[in-house]
């Protein structure tokens, strides 16, 4: 038994130096958001050392209270910010891919390991989501972190409120993995929320159709798994409640576009044994293959098993496989996307439908494997199909490596993208998709103000925009009443602006203001947070929610009793899924 463990533990620790191993002993940035947002990032981190709370915006030489933690990722990146306050940015951005791949990994194995599948096989479904073409090409290829990050917590969730779903009573560190990972679930990326969303849903309705009922959580135990979730969510409220009530507000809100990079998806490159595709304009090494070993493998079990296997067995194969045509054929076929509902026509990226494919091939292997587990051990088809497993997880781990490695730096250094805190590093190409679009464009009338403290004259306001700083004052000479342009990119909505009126934006988005102005009347303005009902609601809910989990994991430790701890075998739940059919 402790050689067994002994194997794996040392299968686990190559398997982190293959595919982790550019982020932990290279100083490379891999693909072009790599580097973009480890800036946002140290904004961040910048903001929490300056105000002792997070920001909703980024302050630079891009504009003043640019709001891009209002509307995207606010928790991934406080989190990561208060982490680089004590190890510095770099540093807590490694440690956010590292936690990711944890929780994918790590929850793929506890998921098996509850339905009965110990060792090498407990392992299995693991390697094939993290091993997957497009997950590496998330770390490297695209450097997104936010979207890396909200799908890695899937598995661990899913783990989690099985854990909760079939224990005797609520424990500690079940409930606090279904806490946080629900938290960063819905705190990292809108695209995935949506998107994962759905997967789990089709999973719920895959299983609660597939086993017997008396193997489901009870009503009582489905709400509080509901409650949980929403307590990991209500803990994002802060930027939540401005993102749902401004997300039409902004430049980026507006009605989904066109989707594009449609070649990564076409059938030669989908279905290629092999991660080869080549690097085109625009992109870095982005590999999109699917698992194609994989299916074929769960292809064959379930041909294999058709008749021993359990019912519930068989309509667990039945469901994933029909989930993996499905995300297979929206990717082919990406006019079926753009004829679904708004939001999940904000997918940009057929592609991106390669985690929820990976995910249900994952699936596939751990429903398989319960199968093949069912028939005697030395069954000469079951020993093949460990053995064409075993060969296929093999090459996965080589190409996933191979992959990792032979990624492109889009910079010299890592430090390269944190050298300046007002300029964004050379990477950069965003544009203001979080500039205010909800009020009318102004020509402004003004080209000329006069700042009192320089005497200084300026064709706009513009404020000199610094992180860990949200409170601005200038003073300025107009000769006469107009409005003059700024450098500020939010809208009223989340500025609030003293002394002047915000009556529009340029075209560029920048917001103009009008004044008063007369020979020689000094105009104080002062920009800052607006203290409004919506911000301080959001505010007070995730205070509330984060008071609330402390509280429930503190009684947890303390008063819970601790049920017996169970060796090996199969869990409730498995052995209702794999009995064999009589």
Not at 100 to 113: D, E, I, K, N, S
Not at 437 to 444: C, D, H, L, T
């Amino acid at each position: 038994m402790r050689s067994g463990r002994s194997r794996l533990g040392v299968f686990v620790m190559v398997l982190l130096a293959a595919l982790a191993g550019p982020l932990l002993f290279t100083d490379r940035t891999f693909g072009f958001d790599w580097p973009n947002h480890l800036w946002v990032l140290y904004q961040q981190t910048l903001n929490l050392e300056g105000l002792h709370r997070p920001s909703y915006f980024v302050q630079s030489g891009l504009g003043a209270y640019f709001p891009w933690f209002a509307f995207y990722g606010g928790t991934l990146y406080t989190l990561g910010g208060a982490i680089g306050v004590i190890t510095g940015p770099i540093t807590a951005y490694i440690v956010l891919w590292l936690l990711a791949f944890a929780m994918a990994y790590g929850g793929l194995v506890w998921l098996a390991r509850q339905l009965g599948l110990l060792g090498w096989r407990g392992h299995a479904p693991a390697v094939v989501f993290v091993t997957s073409a497009y997950y590496i090409t998330l770390i490297y290829g695209r450097g997104d972190l936010p979207e890396f990050v909200a799908i890695s917590t899937i598995p661990l969730l899913v783990a989690a409120a099985l854990n909760v779903g079939r224990a005797d009573h609520l424990q500690l560190l079940p409930v606090a993995a279904l806490v946080i990972s629900a938290t960063l679930f819905t705190g990292s990326h809108g695209i995935t929320l949506v998107w994962g969303t759905t997967f789990l849903l089709l999973v719920g309705a895959t299983v609660a159709a597939a086993v017997p009922t008396s193997a489901l959580p009870s009503p009582r135990r489905l709400a509080q798994i509901a409650g949980l979730l929403a307590l990991g969510a209500a803990i994002n409220l802060w930027f939540l409640l401005p993102e749902l009530a401004y997300s039409s507000n902004v430049q980026i809100g507006k009605a989904p576009d066109s989707l594009i990079q449609l070649d990564f998806t076409l059938p030669d490159r989908m279905f290629s044994l092999l991660r080869d595709s080549p690097a085109e304009a625009g992109t870095t090494q982005f590999q999109t293959q699917a698992p194609v070993l994989v299916l074929v493998w769960g292809l064959f079990v379930a041909v294999l098993v058709r008749r021993s296997a359990s019912r519930p067995i068989r309509r667990l194969m039945i469901g994933l496989g029909a989930m993996s045509i499905l995300f297979i054929g929206l990717m082919l076929v990406p006019q079926v996307i753009e004829a679904l509902p708004r939001f999940w026509r904000y997918i940009q990226f057929p592609y991106r439908l390669h985690t929820y494919l990976a995910l249900s091939a994952a699936g596939l292997v751990l429903v398989g494997l319960m199968a093949l587990s069912q028939l005697p051990a030395q069954t000469q088809k079951r020993q093949a199909m460990h053995a064409f497993l075993t060969i296929t997880l093999a090459a996965s781990i080589a190409l996933a490596g191979i992959q990792a490695w032979r990624s492109p730096s889009e910079l010299n250094t890592r430090s390269a993208a944190t050298v300046s805190p007002s300029r964004p590093p050379s990477t950069w190409y965003i544009a203001a998709d979080y500039a205010d679009r909800s009020a009318p464009v102004v020509q402004p009338t003004l080209t000329s103000a006069r700042l009192v403290k320089s005497a200084t004259h300026v064709s706009r306001l513009a404020i000199p925009a610094r992180a860990g700083i949200d409170n601005y004052t200038t003073r300025v000479v107009v000769d006469r009443p107009g409005t003059i342009a700024t450098n500020i990119l939010a809208g009223r909505y989340l500025v609030h602006v003293d002394g002047a009126r915000p009556v529009g934006r340029t075209k560029q988005g920048f917001m103009v203001l009008s004044i008063n102005g007369r020979p020689g009347v000094i105009h104080q303005i002062k920009f800052s947070t607006p203290n409004s009902t919506l911000l301080r609601t959001g505010q007070l809910a995730t205070i509330i929610a984060l008071l609330t989990t402390a509280a429930l994991l503190a009684a947890l430790e303390i008063r819970t009793p601790r049920p017996r701890q169970r060796h090996g075998g199969p869990s409730h739940a498995s052995r209702h899924i794999g009995r064999p059919r009589r």
